[in-house]
């Protein structure tokens, strides 16, 4: 399992970004695939879930309705656009095939701040 995630950076409160996972490696099309974050002190947490078609996506509290996931599975990419922005948003993003998987990739920084 591969896992290049890309599309971080800074941004002011309100904005927005659009993040990218690009998988290879396993049967993108046959997993679900997960965004996580960890801010600084703090644990890894479960920001978004999608299913195999795409047909059913979950997100915490914390960034429903401000957050989407997508996915292509003709590319092996799944997607995080994250509108609204918000300081507490800041954080390391990483995406992960289901939740239970030890694989990671190196993630990618998110700093929300004026």
């Known amino acids: 399992v591969q896992l290049v995630e890309s599309g971080g950076g800074l941004v002011q409160p309100g904005g927005s970004l659009r993040l990218s996972c690009a998988a290879s490696?396993?049967?993108?099309?046959?997993?679900?695939m997960t965004w996580y974050r960890q801010a600084p002190g703090k644990e890894r947490e479960l920001v978004a879930r999608?299913?195999?078609?795409?047909?059913?996506?979950n997100y915490a509290d914390s960034v429903k309705g401000r957050f989407s996931i997508s996915r292509d599975n003709a590319k092996n990419t799944v997607y995080l656009h994250m509108n609204s922005l918000k300081p507490e948003d800041t954080a390391v993003y990483y995406c992960?095939?289901?939740?239970?998987?030890?694989?990671w990739g190196q993630g990618t920084q998110v700093t929300v701040s004026s």
């Open positions: 999608i299913s195999r078609t795409g047909a059913y996506t």
């Open positions: 992960r095939k289901g939740t239970s998987s030890t694989s």
């Open positions: 490696g396993f049967t993108f099309s046959t997993s679900d």
